[in-house]
């Protein structure tokens, strides 16, 4: 293990996402973007995102560049009202404590979720930190707003303001706390029913004071989509979707999950790698939502390299179900 931690600080995608990391912790001085926003100013996708790579990547949480961020995001979560704490939003929300008051919920939960996989699942603040986003989800998921969250103003469809519907955020933050899992275990079955229905096909904007903002994060319902065939719409998201779900042990519970998941085994030659025909180029995400955990190769150009991360998360979902696994 000793000498994979060293192979994993010489890779060159870690090193890359290492590289752009600034002296305050965080990457392009933002928190939550998911691509650059050249308005903004921002270069590259958030502190979240590039944290979870490198967690992904295979680097440990006690390496120096996650130590450095840890500062930062444990400062988030302990409700600081610093203005520059608010990053991204900062600019916008002078005039709008509306925005910034969402904005700092937001981002608990997205540092929430980072550390949880970190494995700081255990420590007090972030458990605090759970526990409050998980009654909020809860109180949402029990109220009538979860029918309908949207609603019309002027002409425009906005979120319900009194609306706390579950973010990418809150889901993965409670997969890789399997305690807290346990011990809201009727949250996760409510969540998990939620998950299955089908999500509203009513664009909607999220009205905060004067400032629109898009709901890049929530859910309404099933954040899949794939077609008569099983093939997802959006790969990257799929995979790290049905990882998710895996470790909620929500798997088998969303059929638009359990039909991608058929699909892309099918796909997988004798030897169990994913080999589907005419495999040029891998897919794009065209969410962005998993790009930090897809693809992993450094390089893609080859043949073998296209498929190898695929079958890696096939292999990760099937032992996070159960499954008995033969490797050859």
């Known amino acids: 293990m000793a000498q994979l931690r060293l192979d994993v600080a010489q890779y060159k995608a870690v090193k890359q996402v290492i590289k752009k990391q600034r002296v305050n912790g965080t990457w392009s001085g933002n928190i939550l973007g998911t691509a650059p926003a050249k308005a903004q100013g921002i270069t590259d996708v958030g502190t979240v995102a590039q944290y979870r790579r490198l967690l992904e990547l295979g680097a440990s949480p006690e390496e120096r560049p996650l130590r450095i961020a840890n500062s930062l995001l444990f400062r988030i979560l302990s409700r600081d009202k610093d203005p520059a704490l608010l990053f991204e939003y900062q600019k916008a929300s002078k005039a709008n404590q509306q925005l910034g008051e969402w904005a700092r919920d937001l981002m ?8 949880a996989q970190a494995r700081k699942n255990e ?39 009194d609306a706390r519907p579950p973010t990418v955020f809150a889901v993965t933050m409670l997969a890789f706390m399997p305690r807290l899992q346990r011990e809201r275990a009727g949250f996760v079955e409510r969540l998990g029913a939620y998950l299955t229905k089908p999500t509203t096909k009513r664009a909607y904007t999220i009205q905060l004071g004067r400032k629109s903002v898009k709901p890049t994060f929530h859910l309404m319902g099933e954040p899949l989509a794939a077609d008569s065939a099983g093939n997802p719409k959006d790969l990257p998201l799929a995979l790290h979707w049905l990882e998710i779900l895996a470790r909620l042990q929500l798997l088998e519970q969303s059929p638009v999950a359990v039909r991608i998941l058929t699909r892309l085994l099918r796909d997988c030659d004798d030897q169990g790698v994913w080999n589907p025909k005419n495999l040029r180029a ?11 955990a897809f693809p992993l190769e450094a390089d893609t150009r080859s043949p073998d390299a296209k498929k190898s991360d695929v079958t890696f998360r096939l292999a990760l979902i099937a032992k996070l179900a159960g499954w008995t696994l033969r490797y050859s």
């Not at 526990?131 to 609603?151: G, N």
């Open 108 to 115: 608990r939960e997205g540092v929430t979720a980072a550390l």
């Open 282 to 292: 891998l897919p794009r995400s065209p969410t962005g939502l998993a790009d930090f």
């Open 123 to 161: 420590d007090p603040r972030v458990r605090g930190s759970a526990h409050r986003i998980v009654t909020q989800v809860s109180q949402f998921l029990r109220s009538d707003l979860a029918e309908k969250p949207i609603i019309r103003k002027g002409s425009r469809n906005i979120l319900h303001p």
